[in-house]
């Protein structure tokens, strides 16, 4: 029996105990940082399991250690543990508990997939050389992320951490299918309130008003033009604008109008650079038409960067697991995701695991409330995590 035969029938073995896992998570869901319940049932799971090197870092996150077979390579595998503030409505019998929470991203699956390849490879353990780092992340869903506090509090040392990778379900691709991409992969990603002032009063005397509301339809149109007009058009850039406020009536002009949105591209001197140009752009457009606008930033992530090198090693290994017809070349993607963070420290590769089942009614795209995934994705998503650690750690 080769060693792909063994792990597939070693994550087929555990598909029940994945499947529990990831539906009690699912019915207990927490919010980024308060996932206290989440991360003590990670330890004393992976205690379950025969690890012995398990901690808590960062108060809510879980580090653990599998020793291979002599000295080597360090290989971290990273799973996110964070729900999301919606309310869940799935009707599933293991829909959540917890009202206006929900594991909406498959953030209950990446857990429940890592703890499988934890039980995995540690039946391997004899046979690979160095260690592979199990890390459960709190809080990848709200800026500034988990990532950051698990790199601050040394996730990424002791021994060193050589190359990193995760997986994320993917609803739009069906289960079965693997999408990797090489080089920049998902975007930076920074959150704007603008707040436009001007003096308000009776909408039928203009004459005695500084209308911010006409205010802010200039400035929505000047920043479109910020990224098709300044930006350089090989570089992916977002701006969007989710809100806009302005508390009047037909009759009534407010006295100031709120905005908020998002910046997204996969430079990071031309993200610096249109930050503040936005910056200067609403604060002129405003005086020129004597009002005023201020400018709060909410800095995010930076964008993901998957090593050329290693997602070339990865691909090569996925096809080997799920064979080439079932491998995805990934475009770009510009959501935002805080292993990004560690893709600047060390050689990392991010990768997307189908989940889609339409004859089973699976559709539903992520942060939504009917969000469901075809748990046939589990053992696979376990075993290929599994599998690509030991080939990096036998393949040295």
Request: charged letters at 20%; a negative charge; proline letters at 5%.
């Amino acid at each position: 029996m080769t060693i792909i035969e063994r792990i597939k029938q070693l994550a087929e073995a555990d598909r029940e105990f994945c499947i529990s896992a990831r539906r009690h998570l699912h019915a207990h869901p927490e919010l980024s940082f308060q996932e206290v319940e989440t991360s003590s049932y990670v330890r004393k799971t992976l205690l379950a399991l025969g690890l012995t090197d398990v901690s808590i870092i960062g108060d809510t996150g879980v580090v653990a250690t599998i020793k291979g077979n002599g000295e080597g390579k360090t290989i971290l595998l990273r799973a996110d543990i964070d729900a999301l503030p919606i309310q869940e409505n799935t009707g599933l019998p293991f829909q959540s508990t917890a009202s206006g929470v929900m594991h909406a991203c498959g953030h209950d699956a990446h857990t429940a997939m890592l703890l499988s390849a934890a039980k995995i490879l540690m039946g391997l353990r004899s046979e690979f050389t160095g260690a592979v780092r199990i890390l459960f992340q709190p809080a990848e869903e709200i800026p500034p992320g988990g990532a950051v506090k698990m790199i601050a509090a040394g996730v990424l040392g002791n021994p060193q951490v050589d190359k990193a990778i995760g997986q994320h379900v993917m609803p739009r691709m069906p289960v079965g299918k693997v999408g990797i991409r090489s080089g920049k992969f998902m975007a930076s990603s920074d959150n704007f309130l603008l707040t436009v002032r001007g003096r308000g009063g009776h909408a039928a005397m203009p004459e005695n008003l500084i209308d911010p509301v006409v205010i802010t339809g200039h400035i929505i149109v000047a920043l479109q033009q910020l990224v098709s007009r300044n930006g350089n058009p090989r570089i992916p850039s977002v701006l969007s604008i989710g809100k806009v406020m302005a508390l009047g009536s037909y009759n009534v002009i407010p006295d100031e109008v709120t905005l908020e949105g998002t910046f997204r591209t996969m430079d990071q001197e031309w993200r610096e650079q249109a930050l503040l140009k936005m910056k200067r752009l609403v604060s002129e457009i405003a005086e020129s038409m004597g009002g005023q606008c201020t400018v709060e930033l909410t800095r995010g992530y930076p964008y993901l960067h998957n090593n050329e090198s290693l997602a070339a090693e990865l691909k090569k290994s996925i096809i080997e697991y799920v064979g080439e017809e079932n491998v995805v070349d990934e475009d770009a993607w510009m959501a935002a995701e805080d292993f990004a963070y560690y893709s600047h420290q060390v050689p990392s590769v991010f990768y997307l695991l189908g989940i889609r089942n339409e004859a089973k009614g699976i559709t539903s795209g992520l942060h939504t409330p009917t969000f469901k995934i075809d748990e046939e994705a589990l053992p696979l998503g376990a075993g290929l995590m599994a599998w690509l650690a030991y080939q990096q750690l036998v393949n040295v």
